[in-house]
């Protein structure tokens, strides 16, 4: 368990700094409240005095009658509980996405696609193989821009389940790697290793072929650019309220 402390010093300026992690037997509220009650104590820092807290969002934390969060402020009425927006606005765009149908199928047949085509060191190498190639091409007819860190070789992420920026990330990649992704399973479907593989390489071609997929592709990754921006931004120590609010209206 990591703990960071956030206090105003004696020129009145607000500073955040790693405290110390701390080996925890078991995540139970109380477990994890003597640890850092102890951890506090060692340095002579009274919890009583506590004018804030956060943690993630897990029920054994934020729970408001036994979470970790209501114990403390049982010892310190003024220790208010802030759950970390950018969290916040991650789990509501994911909890929406899961809400309508043809999101959900999307980022279903998105995950399975990145997981099928990286699943093995030898179809990885492959896309990498297939990207060099295409990059080679656009290069050398001047499709594309040239320069220092452009038309690099990169990797597809997986969609992550519980977090948006994973979301943004796979969109990204898979958008610069649409073309070697269709190369490897074209291959997969000619090898015929099995007939599984066969048949789920098959199914991703159809469904990346389809306007619904290419075109909620570039629908998601103009969607989730924005709020990308705005959970970036709500990470941002210089970031106040009213910056904020803008964001989020803009």
Not at 21 to 34: A, E, G, N, R
Not at 89 to 107: C, D, G, K, P
Not at 168 to 186: H, P, Q, R, W
Request: proline content about 1%.
């Amino acid at each position: 368990m990591a703990i960071v402390l956030r206090f105003v010093n004696i020129h009145d300026f607000l500073r955040e700094h790693f405290f110390e992690i701390v080996h925890v037997t078991d995540t139970t509220t109380l477990t994890l409240k003597k640890e850092i009650s102890d951890v506090l104590a060692c340095y002579n820092l009274d919890i009583e005095n506590m004018k804030g807290q956060g943690c993630d969002g897990a029920s054994n934390m934020r729970g408001a009658w036994n979470g970790l969060q209501a114990l403390f402020l049982r010892d310190s009425p003024s220790a208010y509980y802030v759950h970390c927006f950018a969290h916040r606005l991650q789990l509501t765009l994911v909890v929406a996405a899961e809400n309508e149908i043809s999101v959900w199928l999307f980022f279903s047949k998105l995950a399975l696609i990145v997981n099928l085509v990286s699943a093995s060191p030898k179809h990885h190498a492959e896309l990498q193989d297939a990207q060099a190639i295409e990059i080679e091409h656009t290069v050398t007819n001047a499709e594309c821009a040239t320069g220092k860190g452009a038309n690099q070789i990169g990797t597809l992420y997986r969609v992550g389940t519980t977090r948006w920026s994973p979301h943004f990330n796979s969109i990204c990649s898979f958008i610069d790697m649409y073309g070697a992704t269709i190369k490897v399973l074209e291959n997969m479907v000619e090898a015929r290793t099995s007939n599984s593989i066969h048949g789920e390489a098959g199914g991703a071609l159809i469904a990346m072929r389809s306007f619904e997929f290419v075109f909620l592709l570039y629908l998601m990754h103009k969607i989730v650019g924005i709020t990308d921006l705005l959970w970036r931004a709500l990470q941002q120590k210089s970031l106040d309220i009213l910056n904020a609010m803008d964001l989020v209206f803009s």
